[in-house]
T-cell receptor
Framework: QKEVEQNSGPLSVPEGAIASLNCTYSDRVSQSFFWYRQYSGKSPELIMSIYSNGDKEDGRFTAQLNKASQYVSLLIRDSQPSDSATYLCAVKGSGYSTLTFGKGTMLLVSP | DAGVIQSPRHEVTEMGQEVTLRCKPISGHDYLFWYRQTMMRGLELLIYFNNNVPIDDSGMPEDRFSAKMPNASFSTLKIQPSEPRDSAVYFC???????????????FGQGTRLTVV
């Protein structure tokens, strides 16, 4: 059984701070990792993907992957109230496979 | 493209009634997924189709749940009879081969919020 674990939160940060969201996964052969953002009452939308160990930056977002530790994280710099949402970590196995989602971490950014 | 389209957006029904949820995938996407989201269990994959054929239905919770995809542009998820514990948000998503190999994303519909009373 593939598992993806996230702290449910809420994670509360003040506006302008760095938010750090973490995710661990159980399947060692996982190859692709995704962060989805889900606003309340809305559908998940992809914000970052990462496939190799290390960091990947896109604007205010940085995804970090450590396959040896089976750990992936998302950093949000200069957090804004509009970043308040639930962030879902999703993991895909090797080759042709479906996504396994974590339960998500709720992020609250206060003005 | 209008994206993945689901209907209805909200459904309230009485226990024991049949419920049918509908989905139109993005044109050109040959993979379609049905997910269920609850606070307790998160986002769970129920079933997925490739080229209208069900590939993996191991996530379907019970025989009360069934899904069909009669053509490339339409799928249904049916619950008969419905029970209060089926209350959840049901999402449909679609992607193509690149998505299954992890090089692109799955696109989600807006979901159907089902309440069984």
């Amino acid at each position: 059984q593939k598992e993806v674990e996230q702290n449910s939160g809420p994670l509360s940060v003040p506006e302008g701070a760095i938010a750090s969201l973490n995710c661990t996964y159980s399947d060692r052969v996982s190859q692709s990792f995704f962060w989805y953002r889900q606003y309340s009452g809305k559908s998940p939308e992809l914000i970052m993907s990462i496939y190799s160990n290390g960091d990947k930056e896109d604007g205010r977002f940085t995804a970090q992957l450590n396959k040896a530790s089976q750990y992936v994280s998302l950093l949000i710099r200069d957090s804004q109230p509009s970043d308040s949402a639930t962030y879902l970590c999703a993991v895909k196995g090797s080759g042709y496979s479906t996504l396994t989602f974590g339960k998500g971490t709720m992020l609250l950014v206060s003005p | 493209d209008a994206g993945v389209i689901q209907s209805p957006r909200h459904e309230v029904t009485e226990m024991g009634q049949e419920v049918t949820l509908r989905c139109k995938p993005i044109s050109g996407h040959d993979y379609l997924f049905w997910y269920r989201q609850t606070m307790m269990r998160g986002l769970e994959l129920l079933i997925y189709f490739n080229n209208n054929v069900p590939i993996d239905d191991s996530g379907m919770p019970e025989d009360r749940f069934s899904a069909k995809m009669p053509n490339a542009s339409f799928s249904t998820l049916k619950i008969q009879p419905s029970e209060p514990r089926d209350s959840a948000v049901y999402f449909c998503a679609s992607t193509d081969d690149r998505g299954m190999w992890g090089n692109t994303e799955a696109f989600f519909g807006q979901g159907t919020r089902l309440t069984v009373v």
